[in-house]
């Protein structure tokens, strides 16, 4: 008896336990019932299908990533050589992992080599033959380079989403190269595609020479001399023409020197970003402002001149972003700055919006097919077993509040599908149930007494439970490794509902067997 | 209560026709599907899918109207369907292409979809929803769910000839691709779109679906240790009739759950249920007809062999099946 009493008390143990984890705090939330803080934080979690918002794939051109460091390395080559006064013909990538010095006179191979080995620890160099160099990106270093821009571009998304203010975002790297995102509650798509996708990269860079209205006019023989670039900006008149710039290619300062960066105004009270540098910024910044007093900086955004003012004095620390802005893309502009600028573009594979009420219809919907669901299995249950159907019924109701308790304590997400793999788990855990009273009958009919028919019912089916909670097991652990989302939600619930489901039908479901028996020697028969 | 009691039917004897039938069904529906194609859902398929709520009633009519004339390319090759309850006004137009993948334009069709509804003058909207995919999302997801099933029937296999026998493995994966192929035959004939819901039904059900089986096989096993003297053909018919009640009902809470699911679950699981109603009948006709006839197949008219679990013994060569003999009903001693 006090084995029986241990079990009871076992039972009662589990059953508050995740009552208190999965379905108090629903309560609590609904009739606003007083809750502990760390438990409400614990609530089973809605997903994006079922509470709405937005949903993106996106996949980072880890190209991009490569061809920045196949440049600058180019260029600190083509710098090298100069200081060394080493001529050549040509020097330029014809893709992101390559680029090609051309014409190294046969005098000066060797000073050409020495030099070359600055940058031999990112590239191998290729024969050199007829003066012609070959650099290539080390194979690792590129995959490195493509692991470390994913990892980055998810940073900065993060970043970028925290300062959104979005709730319970959820940014994840999927496969090699792609990034999930999922914003509940949000519905403007578009403001957050232009938040998350644009790269915010800030270039500071002197300009050469005088601005044109055309790009040819400032091409030396038809082509942007060596080290230069020329970038599209807004004309000066505020009208939507566009001017051309030559820039040096390399910047004074990016985005990655800032330190701060806020909305503010100008002298004109129009709106703009000021942005303050971080020391070592500012000491690149003070250095090249002051040599460059008189001459015009570009401000340079995605690749798009903002505002080309004079440099007057040499200027340490602070910066302002000037331009015809409205006030909200003055606020999206310092938050993507403060982020910090994507590594490389991003594509968008996929993105999905769900309205909030398309989620409450599917809520609804799920609340309403499980309720049907439970109750006619209830009412078939009562109805075919009678009052061994009290014994199932209770065995159900254990499975659900554990269920739901073990859900909520996993973090785990309900989705749509995940409501299904619910009603499910239940008409399929009745099964357990159904077995084990079909052999119970069977024994009873075998003219054994109702105690050791109940015995031998649970002892003779617990291994076909076994065989078949461990075939569903495998086939729904595939069905976590495939899906996404949704569909994991639904393969957790079937696995968390298969393991509590063998403990409610076997161990709930005989002590309460026994707890009906009570002490009574003789039991003659069984409602069953 | 018993439904069932005290049956012998003599499920092997129809063993045949049972197969001949099940062929029947599955080259129809592959005839569907070599013909037709099977709709693919839009995760798969790739394309631009938009829902939206109008303020009055607006028949699919009218919003095909509408893309006909304003959306670029006309309204061929797009889907217009009422979406959920009809009284809710809401339609999902669903056309096959994105904008470009590259870059931040994957959304162009989409506005071009609410364009075309906009000026079509049918009366306001709401977008409640929309899903984009480009299509390297989809290939990708093909072949992962077409491994996922794969990997799922040999964990299945492989447990199973652990468990029992090498033999009953092979029936409970020929039961299951039975299942499986059944199921791929309804929903082409039923035109339901292959979605993501749908392969994750398919493979819950390749899990639930081998559970009758197990419980058969079990008691074959059971009762191959008890009825030594008889054959296996015989030892199989009773196991089958002696479970039968069991098969029947538990097959039948599962089916009133995902019935409950079908009917009332919305829009969005209706593929997901019907799906698993098929799921849940055919795989308890494969686990009465086909799991264990494939056992005794398999095994030929060798004598019968004790499960894995007890000592072999030879037995009595197996006799016609024609054999009318009560079923051992008793249970036998643990």
Known sequence: MSNLRWKVVTILAVFVVFFALGVYPILASRYRLPSPGWLQEKQLK??????????????????????????QEMER?????????????NISAPDSTHFRVEGVPGASDAAFRTAANEVQANFDRGSGLNGAYTFSMKPNIQQNLRDESVVQARQTIERRINELGVA???????????????????????????????????????VEGAPSASKEALMVNGQIPQGMDIVPGVGSAGDAS?????????????????????????????????????NEGGRKFGKVSSENIGRQLAIILDGRVQSAPTLESKINSEGRITGSF?????????????????????????????????????????????????????????????????????ALIFNLVILLGMMAYIGAVMTLPGIAGFVLTMGIGVDSNVLIFERIKEELEAARGVRASINAGFNRVFWTLFDTHIAAL??????????????????????????????????????????????????????? | MHIFKGTTFDFLRWRVHAIVVSWVVIIAGAAVFMTKGIPLGIEFAGGTAVIVKFEQPTSVQQVRGALDKSFPGGGQNVIVQTFGDPAANQVMVRVPHVGAEQGTSLSQTKQQVLEALRKGGIGGFEEKGTQIVGPAVGQELRSKALLATVFSLIGILAYLAFRFQFSFGVGAVVATIHD???????????????????????????????????????????????????????????????????????????????????????EVLHGFAFTMVVGIITGTYSSVFIAAATVSFWRGSAPTRAGAHAPAVSAPAPQQPQRKQKPQRKARAS
């Open chain 1, 46 to 71: 809605l997903g994006l299908d079922l509470k709405g918002g937005v949903h993106l794939v996106l996949r980072v051109q880890t190209d991009d990533a490569l061809r920045l460091v196949t440049d």
């Open chain 1, 77 to 89: 080559l083509r710098e090298e050589l100069r200081t060394k006064n080493i001529p050549v013909a």
């Open chain 1, 168 to 206: 319970e975002p959820s940014i994840a790297q999927q496969g090699a190269d792609q990034i999930l995102v999922q914003l509940p509650g949000v519905s403007d798509i578009e403001h957050a595609k232009s938040i998350i996708g644009s790269p915010g990269l800030l270039e500071l860079k002197i």
């Open chain 1, 242 to 278: 566009t001017i051309y710039y030559m820039v040096k290619k390399v910047a004074a300062v990016t985005g990655q020197d800032l330190r701060s960066a806020r909305a503010s105004v100008d002298e004109n009270n129009r709106p703009a970003v000021s942005f303050t540098l971080s």
């Open chain 1, 326 to 394: 409205t006030p909200e893309e003055v606020a999206d502009l310092s938050l993507k700055l403060r982020s910090g600028a994507l590594p490389a573009k991003l594509d968008y594979l996929e993105e999905q919006t769900i309205g909030p009420t398309l989620g409450a219809d599917s809520i609804r919907s799920g609340v309403a097919a499980s309720a049907v669901g439970l109750g006619l299995i209830i009412v078939f249950m009562l109805f075919y077993y009678r009052a061994s159907g009290v014994n199932a019924v209770v």
């Open chain 1, 474 to 528: 495998i086939s729904v652990a595939f069905l976590f490794q495939f899906g996404t989302g949704p569909i994991r939600g639904f393969a957790v619930t079937l696995f968390f509902g298969l393991i509590s489901n063998l403990f409610t039908s076997i161990f709930v479901s005989k002590t309460l067997f026994e707890l009906a028996l009570g002490k009574r020697q003789q039991v003659t028969a069984l409602s069953i």
């Open chain 2, 180 to 266: 499986l192929l059944i199921t791929m035959a309804f929903l082409a004939f039923f035109r339901y779109d292959m979605s993501l819901n749908v392969i994750a039904a398919i493979l819950t059900m390749t899990g639930f679906s081998t559970n009758d089986t197990i419980v058969i096989f079990d008691r074959i096993r059971e009762n191959l240790r008890g009825m030594r003297r008889d054959s296996l053909h015989h030892v199989i018919n009773a196991s089958i009739n002696q479970t039968l009640g069991r098969t029947v009902i538990t097959s039948g809470t599962a089916l009133l759950t995902a019935l409950a699911l079908f009917f009332f679950g919305g």
